[in-house]
């Protein structure tokens, strides 16, 4: 084996409970209540256009999902300038030891780059990861 991929959300990192709290707050903002069990079981997993649709329908708002997605994402953005998503523990050890065995570590994801370089620099995992090549 001479390289490994690691997928970013669900394995090196642990974004659910960040994006529960940032919809919680952006719907309290509007007069509406995000329960933890809703998120849960409706919402968790999906892609945040869908989350949208199915909120504005669920929630009787009075926005396009575009609209929704927009806030939403810059809630996400303004996150992210402050922080990264939490580490899943382990995981910088894991990493870290593929590094010592001469392994090539990428990290692969289906979110936004800036997430990922996020996490890379929050972390210092500059040295671990190997390419910065994302489509």
């Given at each position: 084996?001479?390289?490994?991929?690691?997928?970013?959300?669900?394995?090196?990192?642990?974004?659910?409970?960040?994006?529960?709290?940032?919809?919680?707050t952006m719907l309290a903002d509007?007069?509406?209540?995000?329960?933890?069990?809703?998120?849960?079981?409706?919402?968790?997993?999906?892609?945040?256009?869908?989350?949208?649709?199915?909120?504005?329908?669920?929630?009787?708002?009075a926005l396009t999902p575009e609209?929704?997605?927009?806030?939403?994402?810059?809630?996400?953005?303004?996150?992210?300038?402050?922080q990264a998503f939490p580490l899943?523990?382990?995981?910088?050890?894991?990493?870290?030891?593929?590094?010592?065995?001469?392994?090539?570590?990428?990290?692969?994801?289906?979110?936004?780059?800036?997430?990922?370089?996020?996490?890379?620099?929050?972390?210092?995992?500059?040295?671990?990861?190997?390419?910065?090549?994302?489509?």
């Amino acid at each position: 084996m001479k390289a490994i991929f690691f997928d970013h959300d669900g394995t090196l990192i642990d974004s659910e409970v960040t994006h529960f709290e940032l919809w919680k707050t952006m719907l309290a903002d509007m007069g509406k209540e995000l329960t933890f069990d809703y998120y849960h079981t409706r919402m968790a997993g999906i892609s945040v256009m869908n989350n949208a649709s199915d909120i504005i329908r669920d929630f009787s708002l009075a926005l396009t999902p575009e609209k929704l997605f927009k806030k939403r994402r810059a809630l996400t953005l303004k996150f992210l300038q402050r922080q990264a998503f939490p580490l899943i523990r382990g995981s910088k050890e894991a990493l870290m030891l593929c590094k010592s065995h001469n392994l090539r570590v990428a990290i692969v994801t289906g979110g936004t780059r800036l997430a990922v370089e996020k996490t890379v620099s929050f972390y210092g995992l500059e040295d671990i990861w190997f390419r910065r090549y994302m489509v």
